[in-house]
C-alpha cells in the first residue's frame, strides 16, 4: 500500500513473546462485584487493529480469562479514529469509553503499551502488517 499506514495489523509479540500471553496470575479482588478470587489469570490470546481509509480503526484482543478454575474467553474491542503525527498513530477512542492511545510506527510494525488489570503493569505489544 505505497508505504500508508492503512490496513491490518495482526498481534505478533506481547512483551517479545508470542501469544498466548499471561499478563496477569494472581488472587483478585473484583471491585465490580466484591467477588475474591484466589487464582486469576488473564491471557492474550490473539489480537489485531484494522486502520481504514476513512481514518477509523477497529482493535479487538481475544482473551482468556480463567478464575478460580472457571474458564471465560472474550472479545476485547474498541473503535475511533486515527491520525498519523510523524511516526506515530494516534488512536482517539470512542468505545467502550473515551481515551487516547498512542502507536509507534516502525516500518510494517504498531505498537503500544497496555495496563491490562489498572495495577499500573504494562505490557508492550506488537502488531505486524
Known sequence: NGGK???????????DEEPPYRVYHDSY?????????????????????????NESFYLSLQLRLTADGVVNNGIFEFEGEWDQVGDDVILRVHFPYEAQQVLERDGSWLGTSIDFMGFGEEFYLEFKR
Open 5 to 15: 499506514v492503512v490496513g491490518t495489523y495482526v498481534l505478533e509479540l506481547v512483551d
Open 29 to 53: 479482588l473484583d471491585p465490580e462485584t466484591g467477588i475474591f478470587y484466589n487464582q486469576f489469570v488473564m491471557e492474550v490470546r490473539s489480537g489485531y487493529i484494522e486502520l481504514r481509509e
